[in-house]
């Protein structure tokens, strides 16, 4: 009692600083984090008719999530209807069933607090229901009758149109959509899925008809992977399944659609330019970059951490934003695409006069990193954030089973999670450079800038740099497009 | 002793039968989900070190390996008073800068160029404050603060303070904070300001909690301000970004000025250009030692660890911190009652628009909770808003309604925009007659059950994430109680119709409102609803010949002109007829401007 009297006194006293503590955190022991990567078997079964089904239970909150993946997007629309896949899966959501009215519809998800969403991406629609599990009977059968018998109510899409044309007319208003549309026709092609546009002769060629051919191709049980996270039971769940979508169901099984295509416009590199009022400019630096299942994946990932993808730790990040002051975001990305080469860009966004000097920068950065090994220290720090981050990847189930999905559809190598730690481990220094050397290729490089060029062009008062040191001072001044044609404004 | 948490209140027994819509809301009025979300319970170890340092404990293992940590600082713009307009918000960045251990490898010399460049920028601050200002007040400057304007003297200050950052970098290791957390996987790094508080945060390995105590709780003893001049150009960057560069950031900033008539919410988080040109080291201190103190600070750990082991290393590092001398002054300032209708009619480069926002109450008001209810009421495709402007009148393309309730007064905002020819004055004045539907009868019960289900499920939802339910406490703390978490659930059940008619007609006079119209700005908009309709080749030459009618002057030339396209109209062919009408028309309207 006296001891623990005392220790308490002792405790009350002491100071504030405390002696024992490590002088850095490098200094800290930490205990093992045991980490298994989890696979796709543990959680993949199939229904009777062969229909995918990923399942992870959780049963800390009375939810239940059901998403299904039907294969085909963007990437199927028609060239005279760019716009037809979002249409078609708002207007599952929104146009009723053949049985329920539009309306009834939305008041029966929402009565019975059921969330139920259908979008379509660049090559894959998704649906989702989230809902409680007491009710998810009403809901699972209200869900699977919107995905399978959609009304495609008239009155519903002629408000989906007015609702998208004007989000169109807003299209001029930012900056950063315009520099988002311009930079994905350079690198694909204006006719490309990646960078088509919806326009108003498009709406207009979008129909009812149109919309059930192309519910009728995509959404069946021959193209459709399922993932269901939450309150439930595993058997249980596979009935309900294999009731809505199995053999059971008579849900005809189609063919499944086609992989995207890839672009067929070549790339034109130099400096390119949209006008637009406003004090900051809006910067994109780039290039076609490489496919996901390259060789030289790996190297790429750690070569664009360090460059810029990295945040403070990366090169551009330090010296665009910490050195010089000159952005509050800079930075780059690699996105590789699965069925052709993505891209790799770095961005940032400076005011008028610095544009140039932050352009000259990352021209630098990209050099640099062509031509010299990178640090010890950066390798090691870049390499050990992607390993001591990786479980995060898994972190919640509905992320772990919607990485499942996408490696089914896109028929990821087995082992390449299990193996992932170990590959971003294994990158070299001179694998950084070589692939750096390979992908950044100077004369690959594309600026663009979105601003006002009177005061990007001459750059800073001090003279460290203007855009004529760039492709020689050319320029390529591409015309604003009308933001309900796309086509070129005077 | 501590337990782990729980979410799970019993499940709704909502709606089961296949009974028709009428029946089915009968069965749910019985108030199944009122129960349901009234059980729901976050469990919170909630314990406070001798300092005064509180810290919220939630562990839980649906998401394992993982730790969702953070602390916040119970400051933020509300804080502030002219002068040093959004110092909250630039101490946020500061405190990534490191401190005598983090970030530098000398710290004696490191503080001693700190030192120089406070030299130089406070004699650059006296000559613009001075100098400056009195030129810019005599007009004979456009900007005090822009470079270009630079006396020979300030020139030369500048020069040497560039030079002397330049040559800190000697002795900095850049951004190490960052890179420590990076290397030992850290993720999610960042923090934000708000008008009533500021919030630090990161994800860390569920073994690596001791790392994210000992950076932390260094940050908290020993920040620095290093690069705190250089970090001002980075702000202002941020601000372009945020707020100049965007469609209606600048008139969303001067109408949030406008609607704060005495409240410290009247300025912007970020602050104004001005201030943040002038803050000084002094200032900065000052404030660093009344509110980043232990005894104004929280610490909030969601996540896979144990709460005995956490609890005693939370003990071992934050109790290095020394607690304030006095606790921070009460913000005194009330806003005062608007006594008349405010208006702000703005163009600019954006969808026509409109925003009516009304005075109403505080976080935690016993009134919020009609109000959050009332604005679900609204909101969602099966609100009003939607139905009634979407859908039914066909004028709006959006529209939605919020509640906000800060820590000191709060604000209730409706906002629209138009479709096709509607205008922001259809959008408002079809507003007004949804709101004196709600002011003169009482919901039906089935449309407010309708909306508790859906908030009653939506609780259980935003507890799902780790992160999320971090951030959420944190928020709810740094506005008075982060207990409003289970509370709150439980009074928004208890909202009844006659609460709702009762609020709207409390708070939504028209004496209590302040009105945004948003209109495109003349010539910016390249959106031509009629040359859309052309083809491109079409375009071009109604354009060029719009632009030919437009730079008339000669109203006799332009009644000739007209005239000879009247004449050729029943020549034209019928491809070019819409592009011939629409030139037609609109050369016809300018020789009605020019008086014709």
């Known amino acids: ?490 | 002793m501590h337990r782990n948490a729980s979410f799970r209140g019993e499940p709704a027994p909502l709606l089961r039968s296949t009974a028709s819509l009428v029946s089915r809301l009968a069965l749910a009025l019985v108030g199944a989900l009122a129960s349901a979300a009234a059980a729901q319970q976050v469990e919170v170890e909630e314990f406070t070190l001798d300092n005064g340092m509180k810290f919220l404990l939630v562990p839980r293992s649906d998401q394992p390996n993982v730790i969702a940590a953070g602390w916040l600082a119970k400051v933020g713009s509300v804080n502030e008073r002219p002068g040093i307009t959004g110092i909250s918000h630039f101490f946020e960045h500061m405190m990534f800068k490191g401190t005598n251990t983090i970030g530098t490898r000398a710290p004696e010399e490191d503080e001693a160029f700190r030192m120089r460049q406070k030299e130089i920028r406070d004699r650059i601050n006296a000559l613009v404050w001075g100098e400056q200002y009195a030129r810019y007040f005599r007009g004979e400057i456009d900007d005090p603060w822009n470079a270009a304007n630079d006396t020979p003297e300030l020139s030369r200050l500048r020069a040497e303070l560039k030079q002397l950052m330049d040559d800190h970098r000697e002795v900095i290791v850049k951004d190490e904070f960052d890179a420590v957390y990076a290397r030992m996987g850290g993720s999610g790094m960042n923090a934000f300001t708000s008008h009533d508080l500021t919030f630090y945060f990161v994800n860390v390995p569920s073994n690596k909690f001791e790392l994210w105590a000992w950076m932390e709780s260094d940050r908290l003893d020993d920040s620095v301000f290093r690069e705190f001049y250089a970090e001002r150009d980075v702000v202002h960057e941020e601000r372009r970004l945020r707020t100049e560069s965007t469609p209606t950031g600048m008139f969303q900033e001067q109408f949030d000025s406008l609607f704060w008539v005495s409240s410290p919410y009247s300025w912007p988080v970020i602050g104004w250009t001005s201030d943040l040109n002038s803050y000084t080291k002094e200032e900065a201190w000052r404030y660093w030692d009344v509110y980043y103190r232990p005894n104004n600070l929280v610490g909030v750990i969601v996540g896979d660890f144990d709460p005995i082991e956490a609890k005693a290393t939370i003990e071992r590092y934050f109790s290095r911190l020394r607690r304030g001398e006095s606790d921070p002054p009460p913000v005194v300032t009330l806003e005062v009652k608007q006594i008349a209708e405010q208006r702000m009619n703005a163009e600019c480069d954006c969808q026509p628009q409109v925003e009516v926002r009304y005075h109403t109450v505080p976080f935690n008001h016993a009134d919020s909770f009609a109000l959050e209810v009332l604005a679900e009421i609204l909101n969602g495709r099966t609100g009003r808003l939607y139905k009634g402007l979407v859908e039914g009148r066909e004028i709006a393309s959006s529209a939605r309604a919020g509640q906000e309730g800060r820590k000191y007064a709060g604000a209730f905002s409706f906002d629209a925009e138009v479709r096709g020819d509607a205008t922001p004055a259809m959008l408002e004045e079809a507003w007004y007659e949804i709101l004196a539907e709600l002011q003169e009868n009482l919901v039906p019960a089935e449309e407010l059950q309708k909306v508790k289900n859906r908030v009653a499920a939506d609780n259980f939802r935003r507890l799902q994430s780790n992160f999320f339910l971090l951030v959420q406490l944190g928020y709810f703390e740094g506005l008075g109680d982060w207990r409003y978490i289970n509370e709150a659930p439980r009074r928004l059940q208890a909202v009844t119709a006659e609460d709702l008619r009762r609020v709207a007609q409390k708070y939504f006079a028209p004496t209590n409102r302040s009105v945004a119209t948003y209109l495109r700005k003349a010539g910016a908009a390249p959106v031509d609803e009629e040359l859309a309709a052309l083809d491109a080749r079409a375009q071009g030459m109604v354009r060029q010949m719009l632009a030919q009618i437009a730079a008339i002057e000669d109203e006799a030339m332009l009644a000739e002109m007209v005239m000879r396209l009247e004449a050729e109209s029943s020549r034209v062919p019928p491809d070019f007829k819409p592009a011939f009408d629409i030139v037609l028309r609109r050369a016809k309207a300018r020789l009605a401007e020019l008086g014709g």
């Open chain 1, 1 to 490: 009692m006296l001891t623990t009297t005392l220790l308490a006194a002792i405790f009350t006293l002491a100071p504030a600083v405390s002696p024992d503590l490590p002088a850095r955190p490098e200094e800290i022991e930490f205990g093992v984090l045991r980490f298994e990567t989890p696979e796709a078997s543990q959680f993949r079964h199939e229904l009777s008719n062969g229909v995918p089904v990923y399942l992870a239970p959780s049963r800390e909150f009375p939810l239940v999530n059901i998403a299904l993946s039907f294969k085909g997007g963007d990437d199927l629309d028609p060239a005279d209807a760019v716009g037809l896949a979002r249409a078609t899966a708002a207007m599952i959501r929104r146009g009723g069933t053949t049985t329920v009215s539009a309306a009834d519809l939305d008041e029966r998800f929402d009565y019975l607090a059921a969330i139920a969403n259908v979008g379509a991406g660049k090559w894959a629609t998704s649906a989702n229901l989230n809902a409680l599990s007491s009710n998810l009977d009403e809901a699972t059968a209200l869900f699977f009758d919107m995905l399978r018998h959609p009304a495609f109510d008239q009155s519903k899409l002629d408000i989906w149109k007015a609702e998208t044309l004007e989000r169109m007319r807003q299209r001029n208003d930012d900056a950063g959509p315009i520099l988002d549309r311009e930079w994905a026709a350079l690198l694909y092609g204006r006719d490309h899925f990646e960078a088509r546009q919806i326009t108003r002769q498009s709406l207009d060629a979008i129909t009812r008809a149109r919309m059930e051919a192309f519910h009728a191709r995509i959404c069946h049980p021959g193209n459709v992977i399922v993932a269901v996270t939450g309150d439930f039971e595993v058997s249980d769940m596979l009935e309900r399944l294999e009731r809505l979508l199995g053999k059971g169901s008579g849900w005809a099984k189609g063919e499944p659609v086609p992989d995207p295509p890839p672009p067929q416009a070549t790339f034109a590199p130099g400096t390119y330019h949209v006008e637009k009022e406003i004090p900051q400019g809006k910067v994109f630096i780039g290039m076609r970059g490489i496919a996901r299942d390259d060789p030289d994946y790996f190297a790429a990932l750690v070569m664009n951490d360090i460059l810029g993808g990295g945040g403070f730790t990366s090169r551009i990040t330090r010296r665009v934003r910490s050195d010089e002051g000159l952005a509050y975001s800079a930075g780059s990305r690699l996105a590789p695409e699965v069925w052709y080469p993505g891209e790799w860009r770095a961005g940032f966004q400076s005011k008028n006069e610095t544009v140039a000097l932050a352009t000259k920068i990352v021209m630098e950065e990209i050099e640099r990193i062509r031509t010299e090994p990178v640090s010890d220290e950066e390798i090691e720090t870049s390499i050990s954030q992607f390993v001591e981050t990786f479980p995060r990847s898994f972190e919640s189930k509905p992320a772990m089973l919607s990485i499942f999905v996408n490696d089914e559809w896109t028929r990821r190598p087995p082992g390449f999670w299990k193996n992932w730690r170990e590959n971003v481990a294994k990158v070299t220094k001179e694998d950084v450079r070589r692939v750096a050397e390979r992908m950044l290729q100077p004369d690959q490089i594309a600026i663009f800038v979105v601003g006002r060029w009177d005061e990007i062009y001459p750059g800073d008062r001090a003279g460290r740099a203007s855009m004529s040191d760039f492709f020689d001072g050319n320029v390529e001044h591409l015309p604003l497009r009308d933001p309900l044609t796309q086509q070129p404004v005077n």
